[in-house]
């Protein structure tokens, strides 16, 4: 963080060929959809959760999804509000902004598609650490531009959530837990997790406790 205790959220668009989130978003640009609580899996791949916008031509993209050789795992887990929720698993080796994510050790926090271009956001300390990742980009000559850069009060890592707290809150939000029609209980989200609705609890009172003691 800065000096005034401030933290920056970077957005990126970037282009990279060997990563299949990438091949099919450019292949099909009337896709909109994100991937978020991404975590990388022992001995390479990944895992995470992707929300889809509906549409026409979803179903083409959902199908050439589970074909390819790199998804080893793909399961619907919801749909509402117009938005379909996936749980997928693929293999990602040569993708930039794995590699960038890697080599910086700061994880992206969201990816998203829209018009067949990708964007990666990242919680970044200060503009020194800003310039190291442009450095490294332009060093891997990463075909990327700085979309959008805006400052925050906090990140999930000065708060000090847990990653079960982060990934649950996550969820719950873009679930819609949160919204005034509350379109998902936390029987939803422990479904999702596994988990009873009492530990959901447990996790989400905990992670709002940290959020609003360092927000009020």
């Known amino acids: 963080m800065d000096d005034n205790g401030e933290f920056l959220r970077v ?3 970037i282009e990279s ?3 299949v989130i990438h091949r099919l978003a450019a292949r099909h640009p009337w896709v909109e959809f994100r991937v978020a609580e991404r975590h990388v899996l022992p001995g390479g791949g990944m895992l995470a959760g992707m929300v889809v916008r509906s549409g026409e031509a979803v179903r083409e ?3 050439e999804l589970a074909a390819c050789d790199e998804v080893r795992f793909l399961q619907p887990v919801y749909i509402a509000g117009g938005y379909l929720r996936l749980r ?4 990602c080796d040569s993708c930039v902004v794995c590699r960038i994510a890697e080599m910086l050790r700061i994880p992206p926090e969201e990816i998203s598609c829209s018009n067949g271009r990708v964007a990666a956001a990242f919680i970044l300390k200060n ?3 800003l310039r190291t990742m442009v450095a490294h980009l332009r060093e891997m000559r990463a075909n990327f531009r700085v979309l959008e850069v805006r400052r925050g ?3 999930p890592r000065e708060v000090q ?3 079960r707290q982060l990934e649950i809150l996550r969820y719950a939000y873009r679930a819609g837990y949160f919204d005034r029609d509350r379109r998902v209980n936390l029987q939803h989200i422990a479904r ?4 009873s609705p009492a530990t959901i609890g447990v996790h989400m009172r905990s992670a709002i406790k940290k959020i609003l003691k360092r927000v009020i």
Do not use: A, Q, Y
């Open 192 to 195: 999702h997790f596994g988990l």
């Open 88 to 91: 997928l698993e693929f293999k």
């Open 161 to 163: 959530l847990t990653d």
């Open 17 to 19: 060929e060997g990563c």
């Open 127 to 129: 503009g020194e650490e």
């Open 61 to 63: 993209f959902l199908g």
């Open 11 to 13: 957005l990126l668009s």
């Open 153 to 155: 009060c906090f990140s």
